[in-house]
């Protein structure tokens, strides 16, 4: 029951402000939209304010912006694709926006609710490059390699990139200095330390950003491993692994699932925007090639495109779930 109630929370907030930045920037645009659903399938609800219906349908999965014209032609002045291509992009790439700033204060109040790791030390692992220096719980480290830090995330990334480092910490209100080989565990290089948490609302705020550019940049990574060969299908997640991973983070609190929430929204922001027709990405696409040309591509030939792209891409989820997800599982 909670994965359900999880999975139904973050596949409506994602989706819903998504297209909710469609419909808010077409309306600023002056394109006509017919209708604003929230959720999809049989409709339990319906208003009519002014030209546009607004909705609400049984199935609690998201919802859509229906615009005049977007899905063929039409004489309405108003419609979607006689607006100018500026407006046109505008809308296009406002769902994405939507994503990147529901991710934002996804992770911005995640990290109120869980706290940020400070810069000073809680616990030491034994064995490790952190003890043997004689650091000690309770020290609260100030620089790594002459780069003065102020919480546990800024030490470990600073950390990760040297074998060797220079730490300067307080000790019983002494500044100590000390100089350690690095060890590699799982790939990183780390010393073997952990960090107290704090409840800083400027720390939230900074580490929300850093944690949204973090998630666009490993996406962009994926593609990097692409190119080189070293990508594994095991590294991707189909509909069956997102609704696990949500499950799980609903299981650990508000927190984790705010978190999940702040990953899966930034994800779909990046991935929309990728030049894939069927998506906002493919959409862009179009609409550079009409800047350029100064006429639109032939409709037909676009609805071709769009409909090869999205057999494209569900053939593309049925693998990932077929070869990925159920993998996991059995």
Avoid: W
């Amino acid at each position: 029951m909670a994965t359900l109630v999880g999975a139904i929370f973050v596949f409506l907030l994602v989706v819903l402000l998504h297209e909710f930045g469609h419909f808010y920037f077409a309306k600023k645009v002056g394109i006509r939209v017919n209708e604003f659903s929230v959720g999809m399938g049989p409709k339990i609800y319906q208003k009519q304010k002014g030209e546009t219906k607004y909705s609400l349908r049984l199935l609690p999965v998201g919802g859509y912006c229906a615009m005049e014209g977007e899905g063929g032609e039409s004489e309405d002045p108003r419609s979607f694709e006689k607006a100018p291509v500026k407006s046109r992009a505008l809308v296009v790439v406002a769902g994405a926006a939507m994503n990147f700033i529901l991710a934002v204060v996804a992770f911005f109040l995640a990290l109120l609710l869980m706290g940020t790791p400070t810069n000073q030390v809680e616990k030491l692992l034994e064995n490790y490059p952190a003890v043997e220096a004689g650091l000690k719980p309770g020290d609260r480290i100030i620089e790594v390699n002459d780069q003065k830090v102020t919480n546990g995330n800024e030490i470990i990334k600073a950390i990760e990139k040297s074998d060797s480092v220079q730490l300067i910490f307080e000790r019983d209100g002494q500044v100590k200095k000390t100089n350690l080989s690095t060890k590699t565990d799982q790939g990183r290089n780390v010393i073997g330390i952990s960090f107290g948490t704090g409840h800083s609302v400027k720390d939230a705020i900074k580490g929300s950003f850093l944690m949204t550019g973090e998630v666009i940049a490993s996406i962009f990574s994926v593609f990097k491993m692409m190119f080189a060969g070293t990508f594994k299908t095991e590294m991707l997640a189909g509909p069956v692994g997102v609704i696990q991973v949500i499950g799980k983070s609903t299981a650990l609190g508000l927190g984790p699932l705010l978190y999940i929430l702040g990953v899966i929204s930034a994800n779909l922001g990046v991935v929309n925007l990728l030049p894939i027709p069927a998506l906002d990405g493919g959409k862009l696409v179009f609409l550079l090639i009409e800047a350029v040309r100064g006429k639109p591509v032939d409709s037909n030939k676009e609805a071709a495109i769009t409909v090869v792209g999205l057999i494209l891409l569900f053939s593309l989820m049925i693998y990932i779930t077929i070869f990925s997800d159920l993998k996991r599982i059995f």
